[in-house]
């Protein structure tokens, strides 16, 4: 019972022609993209942006799921109602999410690398967020490239917490997006993402299985294959488009919905012609195709917005476009001139 409607959500979240605005910045990320408009990070101020975002009209034609930080999603939008922002995105069709995990963290014992904590306490905190309308979550994994560097020790105990996670989401009634991120970072090859991707699919593939995760009830997030942001050699889109396919045929069972990519640090156009490369050169996929971007989908609005209400509606124009570019993405329909027309 309980197991179908984790499907179903799973599967909307996924939906055709749709995505996920990944909204979820913690307050010291927040606060660094705040910086970058010379806006101060206050409760209000953050309200304001997220006020700005979510009341795009006609967002919901390509938005299935907002993922939302602790703070938002017990936060009000500025309507005369003061309608608490997930019912407010609820009311629209669009599905509300939290982030639930606490961040990254040196992993003891090995320089360089992270750990992602976060599991204490989560069975309880799951289920508040589920009373306050959150029905998926999100926990990000991240695996830093370099010398010597992803150990095995790393990708398996990122694996091993990913796997607890989601097994924890699924027994509270809510979806589980399972990000394991290979940052973009440094000055290694493509080839290189590509097989460490490989590796960090395989184990996190193992470790839901091994913690009798229902695959056909999560939402996987990754990273896409692609050169390191130093590498002198940088890839064509095609190259993105065919390698991160090939390796994630390989890599996710067909029983996974839909892959939703994060952003990663690619420019917004970029990030959206990748997705689109790979929507267009292949079809008959065994999952959907889809992203779940943060800054590919907000750098544009909130350059646009820049905290000042006068510009309120231009950040929602910008934010419309983007969301309208990716969706187009979706089917391998988007086009450089879609920018210009802008
Ligand atoms: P980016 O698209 O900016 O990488 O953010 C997505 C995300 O949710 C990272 O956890």
Known sequence: MMSSNLKEVARAMVAPDKGILAADESSGTIKSRFDGIGLPSTKENRR??????????????????????DETLRQNALDEAETPFPKLLSDKGVIPGIKVDAGIHDLAG?????????????????????????AFAKWRAVITVGRGIPTDVCIDANAHALARYAALCQESGIVPIVEPEVLMDGDHTIYRCDEITGVALRRTFEALVEHEVVLEGIVLK???????????????????????????????????????????GQSSEIATAHLNAMNALFNELPWELSFSYGRALQAAPLRAWGGDPANFESGQKAFYHRAMCNSAARTGQYSADMEIAA
């Open 48 to 69: 304001a942006y997220r006020h700005m975002l979510f009341t795009t009209e006609g967002m919901e034609q390509f938005i299935s799921g907002v993922i939302l930080y």
């Open 222 to 264: 990754p990273s896409m294959v692609i050169s390191g942001s130093e590498c002198p050699e940088q890839a064509s889109v095609e190259e993105v488009a065919r390698r991160t396919v090939n390796n994630f045929l390989r890599n996710v069972p067909r029983e996974v919905p839909g892959i939703a990519f994060l952003s990663g």
């Open 110 to 134: 090995f320089p360089g690398e992270k750990v992602t904590e976060g599991l204490d306490g989560l069975r309880e905190r799951l289920q508040r967020y589920g009373q306050l309308g959150a």
